[in-house]
């Protein structure tokens, strides 16, 4: 069912349900109200009928003729009956001998009065002490009247019930309307919205209320959806790219080594290449791994010297092609040797310090790379700073984000792993790792190792 539909029937079925049970009340008040006075108005002309027929003895005659005249005027459709201690008619009408029993007549005179309801009047009696004697004077009006009014009142209240209900089912359809207008343009803008335009939001409609929020978070689901998709995107990027060099190098090997026999040693030779190559992959399968997270095994006690570390880095920088012309000024600031000597895996504590230095190779603008270890309150601190081109403040909370690369990258290759994966390795070493960066004023990454 949709929600203009339900929204509709709600507030429908609320006001039949508020409307029947407030008509009901009122029923039952106005039934009971109407009663009661027309029990009163009885019980008056069963006083006056009795002062009618018993005291016209003892009244003055100008003063029953008054007493006559009030009685005429609300004698009509009204029967009366004066009963005496025999229980016989001595006065007015012989009322209905199956109401007005010998048990009804004892009854006013034990409770003075008596007053109920047949099927079709209304009777009230009351126990009256004359000089005459003691007599039940009784009333009998019809009910004709009283059926009338409550069947015209529950008529009216049910016409009311029904023009209310229609009142109600257009009002509801309306406001629903209105009220749903902003998720209909929701509907058509989700609706638009294809897997290669994750990136565009919903416009924000301004209900401030919670069509307003519901906008929010899905805008900010499509935008998690949109990195999602470009880290998948960068994820096939990264691994064509890492594997396509040592495949297609296995590749060669075999298809030259299969031309013509071999010697042994040449064997021996092409095997080594290859299983180099095959070494190449298992790497960049582990460096996945540990990007994963499913790769975490427990971090080697072991210690290292963190000069030689930067020492086995720069000669491994100086070697890649690309980074022949790169500038690295390694400095110690260190009185104490000791302090050189850190705990941990060195293996994934050189990887992450060694793709620090490889960005900041890469983003130097072939400026120098000043690379210092120092004392800071007794532990070593290992800074990595650049003049290069810098990290604009809005990318600056996204770097450690796995394959995401910064807006002002230009032409320099990379794959958006390198920041986020020394993060992972960092953190398993127990390793503080922090980077402040401007734009177009370079990049300096603090490394404070713990101590031992």
């Given at each position: 069912m949709k929600i203009r539909n339900r929204l509709t029937l709600i507030s429908s079925l609320t006001f039949g349900v508020v409307f029947v049970t407030a008509a009901f009340i009122i029923y039952i008040a106005f039934y009971q109200s109407s009663e009661k006075r027309i029990f009163n108005d009885l019980q008056r002309i069963c006083l006056l009928s009795a002062i009618y027929y018993l005291e016209k003895d003892e009244l003055p005659i100008d003063q029953h003729k008054q007493i006559k005249e009030q009685y005429n005027e609300n004698i009509q459709d009204v029967e009366v009956g004066v009963y005496n201690k025999e229980n016989n008619v001595a006065y007015g009408d012989n009322l209905s001998t199956n109401s007005i029993t010998p048990q009804i007549l004892n009854k006013a005179r034990e409770n003075r009065k008596v007053m109920f309801k047949s099927k079709d009047h209304f009777y009230f009696g009351i126990f009256y002490q004359d000089n005459q004697g003691?007599?039940?004077?009784?009333?009998?009006?019809?009910?004709?009247?009283?059926?009338?009014?409550?069947?015209?009142?529950?008529?009216?209240?049910?016409?009311?019930?029904?023009?209310?209900?229609?009142?109600?089912?257009?009002?509801?359809?309306f406001l629903s309307k209105v009220a749903y207008k902003p998720i209909n343009t929701v509907i058509k803008q989700v609706n638009e919205i294809e897997a290669s335009s994750l990136d565009e939001t919903i416009v924000n409609v301004n209900t401030h209320d919670e069509v307003q929020k519901l906008i929010e978070t899905y805008n900010n689901l499509l935008q998690r959806?949109?990195?999602?998709?470009?880290?998948?995107?960068?994820?096939?990027?990264?691994?064509?790219?890492?594997?396509?060099?040592?495949?297609?190098?296995?590749?060669?090997?075999?298809?030259?080594?299969?031309?013509?026999?071999?010697?042994?040693?040449?064997?021996?030779?092409?095997?080594?290449?290859?299983?180099?190559?095959?070494?190449?992959?298992?790497?960049?399968?582990?460096?996945?791994?540990?990007?994963?997270?499913?790769?975490a095994e427990a971090v080697g006690k072991e210690t290292f010297r963190a000069d030689e570390m930067l020492w086995d880095i720069s000669d491994k920088i100086s070697n890649v092609k690309e980074f022949a012309n790169a500038k690295l000024r390694i400095t110690l600031k260190i009185e104490d040797e000791k302090l050189l000597t850190v705990k941990g895996n060195e293996s994934e504590i050189g990887m992450a310090a060694y793709n620090i230095i490889e960005n900041a190779v890469k983003y130097s603008e072939n400026e120098p790379v000043e690379i210092t270890l120092l004392n800071s309150d007794n532990q070593l601190q290992l800074t990595i700073k650049d003049s290069g081109r810098g990290i604009n403040a809005n990318d600056l909370n996204h770097i450690r984000e796995t394959f995401y690369r910064g807006s002002n990258v230009g032409n320099v290759q990379g794959s958006g792993i390198g920041l986020s994966l020394a993060s992972i390795l960092f953190a398993k070493n127990n390793v503080s790792f922090k980077i402040n960066s401007k734009e177009n004023e370079g990049t300096e990454a603090v490394i404070t190792f713990p101590k031992l």
């Open positions: 003691d007599f039940v004077v009784f009333v009998k009006a019809t009910d004709r009247d009283f059926k009338a009014q409550t069947h015209e009142l529950m008529i009216i209240m049910m016409i009311v019930l029904l023009a209310g209900l229609l009142v109600i089912y257009i009002l509801s359809r959806l949109s990195n999602t998709f470009k880290t998948q995107k960068n994820f096939i990027n990264y691994i064509s790219h890492e594997f396509k060099t040592p495949l297609a190098s296995i590749s060669g090997h075999l298809e030259v080594f299969a031309q013509k026999e071999r010697s042994p040693e040449e064997y021996q030779e092409m095997t080594g290449k290859v299983l180099n190559n095959v070494y190449e992959i298992e790497q960049i399968l582990n460096t996945l791994m540990i990007l994963s997270g499913l790769k």
